[in-house]
């Protein structure tokens, strides 16, 4: 089963991988070099069109080097990259339209080699408990500045996908009761 964990910064996602992880699924997660996401939080403009192609390649080749490519969770897809974040720094003024355009066909293709997902699992939270939890973890400022359009872009994106979608809330809810959850109900 091909799983998408999707939802704005903050929700939960990568704590709901881990989760997935303890049984038995292979995680598809961000992996940018530390100091290129620095350099992009110093300077978005000049960094911007690097980071996200960094994010949706690294999705990409994590995806391709899987041994089991058949009990997969991405902890946030290229479609959403694209979708969401691309478009947010675009807004932004931090891609101009011709690394946009080139970043959607970096997107168009990356995600023809990769499987669609049997289930997306779509995380929220209130705005404020996101903005504590991306604060927490130290998100840079642009980040959670770019919430709000973040969240209605999130709210355009899951409302168009026609695959299986479950919606969770976990506001109040601590990843050790999804644990639970999850547990009784994937094994």
């Not at 903050?10 to 997935?20: P, R």
């Not at 690294?58 to 974040?85: G, M, T």
């Not at 101009?96 to 066909?105: I, N, P, T, Y």
Request: overall charge neutral; some cysteine; aromatic content about 8%.
């Amino acid at each position: 089963m091909i799983i998408w964990l999707s939802g704005p910064t903050g929700s939960g996602k990568t704590s709901l991988a881990s989760i997935f992880s303890k049984l038995g699924y292979g995680v598809v997660s961000e992996d940018t070099p530390m100091r290129l996401f620095e350099a992009f939080a110093a300077d978005p403009s000049r960094y911007c069109e690097a980071v996200q192609e960094a994010l949706m390649r690294s999705r990409h080749d994590q995806y391709q080097l899987r041994s089991d490519k058949l009990k997969v969770v991405f902890d946030r897809s290229v479609d959403e990259d694209i979708s969401v974040f691309c478009r947010i720094h675009r807004a932004s003024g931090y891609l101009d339209a011709s690394s946009f355009a080139r970043l959607e066909v970096l997107a168009a293709e990356l995600e023809a080699d990769l499987p669609s997902p049997d289930l997306i699992i779509f995380l929220s939270a209130n705005k404020k408990v996101l903005r504590q939890r991306m604060k927490a973890v130290g998100h840079p400022k642009l980040i959670v500045d770019g919430l709000t359009e973040q969240v209605r872009l999130y709210d355009e994106w899951i409302s168009c996908r026609s695959e299986s979608v479950v919606k969770i809330d976990n506001s109040k809810c601590p990843p050790a009761m999804l644990d639970a959850i999850l547990k009784g109900w994937l094994c």
